[in-house]
Each structure stands twice: as C-alpha cells, then as structure tokens.
C-alpha cells in the first residue's frame, strides 16, 4: 500500500542507512549506502572518516554536474507483510556556508559514531520534493 507523505518521511528518518543515487551529466547513474538525518524536507550526510579511497568522491562531482538525486531506505522481512521502502527525491548541493555545522549537528545527534568524531569532509545537504513509499500491510 502507498504510504502518505507523513509516514514515508517518518519511516525514511528512523533508518539507519539509506541509498544514494546520482549521476553525472551523461546520466551515468552512481550508488552508494550513505549515513544520513533529516529534519522537515531536507537530507543531510557528510563525507567522513569511515575508510575510502579519496575524499575526492563520485558522488560529489555528481552533484556538481547534476544536482537531482535520490535516496532510498527500506526494511526487508520474511514476512512479506513487513517489508516497505521510502524514497526521497530532491536537489542536492555541497555546503559550504554556515549551516554546515549545523548539519554536523545533525549526523552527531543520530550516530554516536560522529560524537568522537565529527565528519570533517563535504556536506551534502538535500532539499525533498517527493516523498514516496509503500509497505506491505
């Protein structure tokens, strides 16, 4: 069953990971499991400290040249009946203002992980402008 706007988000905030899709300005499309919070219409996640191969990321240089993503969170069961998924599409950009601590603030209240150390790379903040989602039951 579709889930309304209200559930959708509550269910995409309460998840743990979420997938990241973009694409460059070819539409080469790019996948990546991202930590992330929300608050009202907008995702955040950040660059952080968690091993990768450069901070010089795909992701990133996504957005530059293409702005409109994707998220998706989910929860798989046995149980059929259990499964949903919620996605967020938006526009997305690199902060580099004020607001990036804020931001941080964020990822540190709903990660214990960031407490110890808050990220220090790119911010990517989301604005939402669909909310989809569907369950089972």
Same mark, same amino acid.
């Given at each position: 069953?579709?889930?309304?706007?209200?559930?959708?988000?509550?269910?995409?905030?309460?998840?743990?990971?979420?997938?990241?899709?973009?694409?460059?300005?070819?539409?080469?499309p790019?996948?990546?499991?991202?930590?992330?919070?929300?608050?009202?219409?907008?995702?955040?996640?950040?660059?952080?400290? *968690?091993? *990768?191969?450069?901070?010089?990321?795909?992701r990133?240089?996504?957005?530059?040249?293409?702005?409109?993503?994707?998220?998706?969170?989910?929860?798989?069961?046995?149980? +059929?009946?259990?499964?949903?998924?919620?996605? &967020?599409? #938006?526009? &997305?950009?690199?902060?580099?203002?004020?607001?990036?601590?804020?931001?941080? #603030? +964020?990822?540190?209240? *709903?990660?214990?992980?960031y407490?110890?150390?808050?990220?220090?790379?790119?911010?990517?903040?989301?604005?939402?402008?669909? +909310?989809? #989602? +569907?369950? #089972?039951?």
């Amino acid at each position: 069953m579709r889930l309304s706007t209200v559930e959708t988000r509550t269910r995409f905030a309460a998840a743990r990971v979420a997938r990241f899709a973009s694409a460059d300005s070819r539409g080469v499309p790019h996948l990546v499991p991202v930590t992330f919070a929300v608050r009202d219409d907008t995702v955040v996640f950040a660059v952080d400290h *968690k091993p *990768k191969s450069s901070t010089a990321l795909r992701r990133l240089a996504n957005i530059a040249e293409n702005p409109a993503v994707s998220f998706l969170a989910d929860s798989y069961d046995e149980d +059929w009946t259990r499964l949903w998924w919620a996605r &967020a599409d #938006g526009v &997305a950009r690199v902060v580099a203002d004020a607001s990036r601590e804020e931001f941080v #603030g +964020w990822l540190v209240e *709903k990660y214990p992980q960031y407490a110890e150390h808050p990220p220090e790379h790119a911010v990517v903040a989301t604005e939402v402008h669909t +909310w989809r #989602g +569907w369950a #089972g039951s």
